[in-house]
């Protein structure tokens, strides 16, 4: 019984403090190096801060090269997937292009009548910087949905400024480097967005779920939603304007997102302020 | 004299094989994520990382796995550090392992990486759930380790083989 617990301590010790051969660190120094950094990181020390920066800057750089012919493939997967629903597709917009049209001769007068109210309660917000960026690194992870995109600080990128795919909201800087930033998707488990569902004007937060889909969270009370309503960012909180549209509720709270995360090339990153008058 | 020179470098970039894997494999994950498979993913620097320090540690430095795991935390955005704590943690199993066996067999190696996999996790996951706040899917977590357990023998096989092939051309020469 003593010598297989000196059996078990020995091997501990040979495989964690030892230097094996042609190694110049022990595992142990290592796994304390790690816990420092990790424990001085949690507490925001400032050098470790500096380090995190300079170290994202050129692992962000370095992944997008490495990750070129992983691209092309990528690229030749949907390219094939695509061509094979191609027809099908045709249909489909067929269809949804002729709604579009008889949609967009009612939307131009909302829109203009929308403005016109919205600057007599003082309420009218536009856009004041529009950057378009390109997204460097995409993941897809199963634990964190973010993205990389090529601008920084540099560029006058801010924390908390919305992040769009054409007119979509896809998620909001939640990093700020001096050449990239990292972009937390809607489909992040830990993307909460206040937001409103029309027609039926509830209130409410949407949640990510690590998933391709978000969910409805939050609601005071159980509220029924129907198939096929539309979800837009409500404004509370200051974070987005009003009125982004974000994706359509699928069944119960479940929202099936506007925007396909997977294929995000170029983003638009935009931050909002009132109209001066 | 050419041809040895030639021989010499070819074999040294070969035993770099590992680590030029383990850092393509961070900055640009070999998990097949782009497939959209609902239920699949897989930890391919785990895999990598314990059958290395198991069967040759000499062909990837615990310096360079550190690194490694700094780069994988930046580029998924996890705490820095954490991805090389568990990769070293996983080179700490191997070595154990190595340390205690005597006669080696695929299937001990197999059983003791689930066992490996399954205290890294659970250490890194309650260390980002608890101490860093970190909202994770335990289903997706579980479903890694799952597969990553499964491919670990098809893949150990897969170095095997270029393992041997790495000795025979160190015997050649």
């Not at chain 1, 920084?152 to 769009?164: E, R």
């Not at chain 1, 009370?221 to 198939?227: Q, T």
């Amino acid at each position: 019984m003593e010598a297989g617990r000196d059996d078990f301590v020995i091997a501990i010790r040979s495989a964690f403090i030892q230097r094996g051969n042609k190694q110049r660190f022990s595992l142990f120094f290592l796994l304390i190096l790690s816990i420092i950094l990790l424990v001085l990181g949690k507490f925001n020390f400032s050098v470790i801060n500096y380090i995190k920066i300079s170290v994202k800057e050129l692992v962000y750089r370095s992944s997008f090269i490495v990750s070129v012919p992983e691209n092309y493939l990528i690229d030749g997967y949907i390219n094939l997937k695509d061509h094979f629903t191609y027809y099908d597709h045709y249909q489909d917009l067929k269809k949804e292009n002729k709604e579009l049209i008889s949609n967009i001769e009612n939307n131009n007068f909302v829109v203009s009548e929308n403005i016109r109210l919205k600057k007599i309660i003082d309420d009218y917000i536009i856009v004041s910087d529009e950057i378009v960026a390109k997204v460097l690194i995409d993941k897809q992870s199963p634990f964190l949905r973010s993205i990389i995109v090529n601008k920084g600080s540099k560029d006058n990128i801010k924390l908390g400024m919305a992040v769009l795919d054409g007119e979509f909201l896809v998620g909001k800087v939640v990093e700020v480097n001096y050449t990239t930033s990292r972009v937390l998707l809607l489909s992040d488990l830990n993307s909460k967005i206040p937001v409103t569902i029309e027609p039926e004007g509830y209130q409410s937060i949407l949640s990510g779920t690590g998933k391709n889909d978000g969910i409805i969270q939050y609601s005071k009370e159980e509220i029924s939603l129907e198939e096929g309503s539309t979800v837009f960012t409500s404004g509370s909180g200051a974070i987005f304007k009003s009125g982004i549209p974000i994706g359509k509720i699928l069944e119960k709270t479940k929202v099936s997102y506007f925007s396909d995360f997977s294929q995000l090339r170029f983003i638009k990153i935009i931050s909002f302020e009132k109209e001066e008058n | 004299m050419s041809r040895f020179g030639k021989g010499k470098i070819l074999n040294k970039l070969l035993e770099l094989g590992p680590i030029f894997l383990l850092y393509i494999s961070v900055l640009n994950e070999f998990d097949f994520n782009y497939l959209q498979l609902t239920y699949f993913s897989f930890n391919f620097p785990f895999i990598l990382i314990f059958y290395w320090s198991l069967k040759k540690p000499e062909h990837l430095g615990y310096g360079l796995i550190f690194f490694a795991g700094v780069i994988n935390d930046v580029v998924i955005g996890f705490p820095i550090g954490m991805s090389s704590f568990t990769y070293l943690l996983i080179c700490g199993f191997a070595a154990y392992l190595k340390n205690i066996t005597l006669r080696p067999s695929i299937l001990k190696d197999w059983l003791f990486f689930l066992f490996s996999v399954l205290a890294v996790s659970s250490l890194s996951y309650s260390a980002l759930v608890l101490f860093f706040q970190f909202k994770l899917n335990y289903l997706d977590i579980i479903i890694n380790i799952i597969f990553t357990f499964f491919l670990y023998v098809i893949i150990a096989n897969i170095f095997e083989f270029y393992q041997k092939l790495i000795s025979n051309r160190d015997k050649n020469d």
